[in-house]
């Protein structure tokens, strides 16, 4: 494991200092690469087959291609309600968690006050315990409401769930903000509610997509308050409907495969676009 | 207030050096401005306070209350027993199971995962060709619902599923396993799919921590002569402690509180011997689906005071000083 010195600046090869490895950098890769992906590509490709093709040869590839699966999954409605559902509450949610998120991290950022430190530990002691644990208090609460199945049941306590990670990431990114700006707003006759407003909501956009994102694949993903307090199938959610589907027809293997197949596709998608934003706006919360 | 505070600071923020104590001016413009500081801080802290309270805060409290009851769930609870459900719980073999299984978890996710996740994200790290390909991949199982996660190994995992047919292709039958109904094995098929999944959200943090840790110092190191394995181990590897713990402390919450994917891949007759409950699904099980909202609540309980004081712990004697670099935010 030695290095070459033919790593200095004189080409643009000196990006690579550790060019020596590239074809190991390239089978280690591939290795994690193949480890996480090989059984999602089962699944997707599994669903362009027939259930007697996958119990004669479990590890087969498709032989016709078959699109009955996916075809059969898009047409029921069923589907596309729950798609619809959980996007209505993923987005509900982000909405919530951003607000209530920017503008309690602002005060805990720019505001100087007594109590500011305890209530900063107050949001973050929701870090400090699942918030699961309180799950059945919290559907007899939202019982009580006359919560239970409405969207709201769902929403405000994802909202609530999400707000201490939240408020986490955005303080010291709001913090970071140049006391100049706020400095020369206040010059200008600008209010703390006028900078807030036209320069920190602006230049936070980063750390709020961020946390928007976490706060939206959260809700999405999220199973075990729905499953509590949704029972009304046509307020289900996909991940109630990919459980329900896989419970209903378990001999339909193909058809399980297809729907959860078309379920993942848009948290994928999603994410593939969002990445680099995910690991940027970490990047203050975790600061070395 | 203001008089017991000197430091009050109109145009304060937490990036201000801890400003010098102004000599405290009484005016009645000064006093308005007070006033207007006070209204803003409580009008834009309230809507959180209140949600977060109401839906987080609340329920424990009431968890609390209602464990100390025999309730079904109908009207409200009287039949008061003190801290009978407790002593049930921990004399219920199933729920000593749950435990058990949740501490195999913890700490087996937290020694496989730590190590393998350091290792894909130092050379996810590196500069190659295609690198943001592959980080992309190394995420997706992160990135897919726990319930999607829990149905495809379920199918892969089954008597007759594709993971046997291939060891029996690879001419491997003897390996082959009722890896999700037996009793013995099904806790450890487990915790491999949950490394599975959570493994990239490791990796997501450490590269995180990693774009963090200034380029400059390994090619310092390296101009210096030190190998790449040297760089690491003494430079970046330290620089990303804090990371670590932090990935630690979610990774052992996260691990307490265990429920999706357990739910939606052990056979219930499985689970309900105890092989592959946690304390959340057995909360679930007895709580909300046997209706036994008294004793739900215990274990409810239960859950959330061995995670707060585990999480208590492990802040009081690793996480300390990161958190108050996280915490109080001191911009770079």
């Known amino acids: ?288 | 207030m203001t008089s017991t505070n000197p430091t009050l600071d109109l145009a304060g923020g937490a990036t201000a050096p801890p400003a010098g104590r102004r000599p405290a001016r009484r005016s009645p413009h000064r006093a308005a401005e007070t006033r207007r500081k006070w209204y803003e801080i409580i009008g834009l802290t309230t809507p959180a306070v209140i949600v977060y309270v109401m839906f987080v805060l609340v329920p424990m409290g009431f968890a609390f209350y209602y464990s100390l009851f025999r309730w079904r769930g109908v009207g409200p609870p009287t039949d008061f027993v003190g801290f009978d459900n407790y002593v049930l719980a921990f004399q219920d073999p199933i729920f000593l199971d749950a435990l058990r299984n949740n501490a195999i978890i913890v700490f087996g996710s937290l020694l496989i995962q730590g190590p393998v996740a350091l290792g894909v994200a130092l050379l996810l790290n590196r500069k190659f060709r295609g690198r943001t390909l592959f980080r992309l991949l190394a995420f997706v199982p992160y990135v897919l619902a726990e319930v999607t996660v829990g149905i495809m190994w379920k199918l892969l995992l089954s008597d007759a599923g594709t993971f046997n047919a291939f060891l029996e292709a690879l001419g491997l039958g003897g390996l082959v396993q009722a890896w999700l109904a037996d009793l013995d094995i099904v806790i450890w098929t487990l915790l491999f799919i949950l490394t599975w999944k959570y493994v990239g959200f490791a990796i997501i943090l450490l590269l995180a921590g990693l774009s963090n840790v200034p380029q400059e110092l390994n090619e310092a190191a390296a101009i210096d002569g030190a190998s790449w394995w040297q760089t690491q181990r003494h430079i970046t590897l330290p620089l990303l402690g804090p990371t670590i713990r932090i990935w630690m402390f979610l990774s052992m919450i996260g691990s307490l509180q265990v429920f999706d994917i357990i739910w939606v891949t052990s056979v219930p007759a499985v689970r309900s011997l105890g092989a592959s409950a946690t304390m959340a699904t057995y909360m679930v099980d007895n709580g909300f689906f046997a209706r036994l909202w008294g004793y739900g609540n215990a274990v409810a309980v239960i859950l959330f005071v061995i995670s707060f004081v585990a999480a208590l712990l492990f802040q009081r004697f690793l996480l300390r000083r990161d958190i108050q670099g996280a915490v109080t935010g001191r911009a770079k």
């Open chain 1, 1 to 288: 494991m030695t290095m070459t010195a033919n790593t200095m600046p004189s080409s643009s090869t000196a990006r690579r200092p550790f060019a020596w490895s590239s074809p190991l950098t390239y089978a280690l890769a591939l290795a994690v690469a193949a480890v996480s992906i090989t059984p999602v590509v089962y699944v997707i490709v599994g669903g362009f087959r027939t259930t007697p093709q996958i119990v004669a040869d479990p590890a087969g590839l498709p032989d016709p291609w078959v699109w009955d699966n996916y075809r059969r999954v898009l047409t029921q409605s069923n589907f596309w309600e729950q798609t619809f559902n959980s996007g209505v509450i993923a987005l509900g949610t982000t909405l919530g968690v951003v607000l209530l998120g920017v503008s309690a991290a602002f005060v805990l950022a720019r505001y100087t006050f007594r109590g500011r430190e305890a209530l900063f530990t107050f949001f973050t002691l929701g870090l400090l315990f699942p918030a699961g644990a309180a799950i059945l208090p919290l559907y007899l609460m939202l019982r009580d409401l006359n919560l239970i199945n409405s969207y709201y049941a769902v929403m405000l306590p994802q909202i609530a769930f999400q707000l201490p990670i939240t408020i986490v990431i955005l303080r010291p990114f709001l913090a970071a903000i140049p006391r100049e700006l706020e400095d020369a707003a206040a010059i200008d006759g600008t209010g703390r509610i006028g900078f807030l407003w036209r320069i920190v909501l602006p230049l936070s956009r980063p750390a709020m997509v961020t946390v928007g994102i976490l706060a939206f694949v959260a809700s999405w993903n999220a199973f075990l308050l729905p499953l509590l307090v949704l029972g009304d199938a046509s307020l289900h959610t996909l991940p109630l409907g990919v459980q329900n589907f896989s419970s209903q027809y378990t001999s339909d293997t193909a058809g399980i495969l297809a729907f959860t197949s078309l379920a993942m596709l848009p948290a994928l998608l999603f994410f593939t676009f969002a990445e680099k934003q995910i690991v940027g706006g970490l990047q203050g919360a975790v600061k070395g």
